[in-house]
Nanobody, 126 residues
Framework: QVQLVESGGGLVQAGGSLRLSCAAS????????VGWFRQAPGEEREFVAA????????YYTDSVKGRFTISRDNAKNTVDLQMNSLKPEDTAIYYC???????????????????WGQGTQVIVSS
């Protein structure tokens, strides 16, 4: 098991930026694929971005392509989500998730992940 803690959420105006961070402890984080998901009020949780264990491969949902960037620093046991050009529809609780995996393909399905953080709130005002 790996424990995950998200940080970096907050209130930002439309067009602004935030950088979320997911810090891991408990296991060798470099063996884990990581994903970011979000859940808006009254909505299902949805996939946002994912990165494989080495950082060599990433994947994004269409609505954030070109605006969000996922990256990792295995030496620091962190995975970040840089969010630029934020829109009110990006408002949600953002969760990071991890699973042991050394395949090249990032994991994009919620069911593929067994370790979840508690989430961090992002509010984008118009």
């Amino acid at each position: 098991q790996v424990q995950l803690v998200e940080s970096g959420g907050g209130l930002v105006q439309a067009g602004g930026s935030l950088r979320l961070s997911c810090a891991a402890s408990g296991r060798t984080f470099s063996n884990y694929a990581v994903g970011w998901f979000r859940q808006a009020p009254g909505e299902e949780r949805e996939f946002v971005a994912a990165i494989n264990w080495s950082g060599s491969s990433t994947y994004y949902t269409d609505s954030v392509k070109g605006r969000f960037t996922i990256s990792r620093d295995n030496a620091k046991n962190t995975v970040d989500l840089q969010m630029n050009s934020l829109k009110p529809e990006d408002t949600a609780i953002y969760y990071c998730a991890a699973r042991w995996s050394q395949t090249a393909r990032p994991k994009i399905l919620e069911a593929e992940y067994g370790n979840w953080g508690q989430g961090t709130q992002v509010i984008v005002s118009s």
